[in-house]
């Protein structure tokens, strides 16, 4: 590896020996790349169908600045960059004959690594979806509060629990298969869950939250069925989960949301998450090189 210069491995120990202390300076930042590699340190390759990403890092003087994850079939997902560093790496791929699909960063590291990308490549960028990041201040529970209470999703609520993350992942057009067969390699997987039950017993919400790292817990997915939104029950349900997550230790409780939905950013900014960041997704197209 060479001194002061982007370094690349495929062995996530090796990264987060050189790279866990930089994410975990900044941990709700940095919250899908803790995930990611926390999942794969528990569970292996195993974790994303067989497959390792790539993992790189920029040191400098000793020192780690920025940090990238990429799946060859997902694109990238890098630490926040200034232009220069985005012109570095965007050379540094191109040297080791590297395509990417996609880019997933905060807003002005996309803007800089696009450009830089197609000066380097030709590629034309397009944007897929733009995500707004929380973090929990205050928690405030809502009021009126609907009546009912938590509970922890248990395995005799499995085929339950797949068909509501099923209509999840519809709504959100995320592409992928859940079934009991797929079910460990979804990213649905390794999260806790927790229902938002009526009075009389019956589901009427959901919400998910992945493994705490370094004191961060991500709320992933929030889930109501249409039939059964405008009641409160999503913000119940998210309470009872941000309100676990304090209890249980973490210091950093994040969630993404849809910038384009005024829905859901209304409902999460009244519970006391602030906005920390915008991130934006933008897929490359590539001309005939």
């Known amino acids: 590896m060479r001194p002061d210069d982007w370094q690349f491995t495929e062995d996530v120990d090796e990264f987060l020996v050189r790279a866990g202390e930089f ?15 926390e999942k794969l340190r528990t569970l292996g390759a195993a974790a994303y169908e067989g497959r390792f990403p790539a993992f790189g890092l920029l040191e400098r003087g000793g020192e780690v600045e920025a940090t990238f994850f990429r799946f060859p079939s997902r694109g990238m997902n890098v ?24 880019i ?3 807003e002005d590291t996309v803007a800089a690594f696009t450009e830089a990308w197609h000066r380097h490549t030709g590629a034309t960028s397009a944007p897929r979806v733009r995500l707004h990041l929380y973090r929990l201040g205050t928690l405030t529970p809502p009021d009126p509060h609907p009546e009912g209470r938590g509970r ?9 629990l797949m068909q509501w993350c099923r209509e999840f992942a519809a709504d959100v057009e995320e592409d992928v298969t859940i079934d009991a067969a797929s079910w460990a390699n979804t990213r649905f997987a390794e999260k806790n869950y927790t229902y938002w039950e009526t009075p009389d017993g019956t589901a009427v919400s959901m919400a998910g939250v992945n493994p705490m790292v370094a004191g961060m817990a991500r709320v992933d997915p929030v889930y109501t069925p249409a039939h059964l939104r405008g009641s409160g029950y999503a913000a119940a349900v998210t309470t009872e989960v941000s309100r676990a997550a304090l209890n249980a230790g973490a210091t950093d409780v994040v ?12 409902l999460y900014q009244r519970l006391g998450y602030v906005r920390l960041t915008d991130i934006a997704v933008h897929d490359f197209t590539y001309g005939t090189r």
């Open 104 to 106: 997933t960063a905060d």
């Open 255 to 266: 969630l993404y949301t849809n910038a384009a939905n005024p829905t859901s950013n209304s």
């Open 79 to 102: 630490t926040s960059l200034t232009p220069e560093q985005a012109d570095t790496l965007a050379a540094r791929l191109v040297a080791l004959g590297w395509d990417l699909p996609s």
């Open 152 to 160: 922890r999703v248990g395995e005799g609520d499995q085929d339950h």
């Open 23 to 37: 994410l975990c300076s900044r941990p709700a930042l940095h919250t899908t790349q803790l995930s990611v590699t």
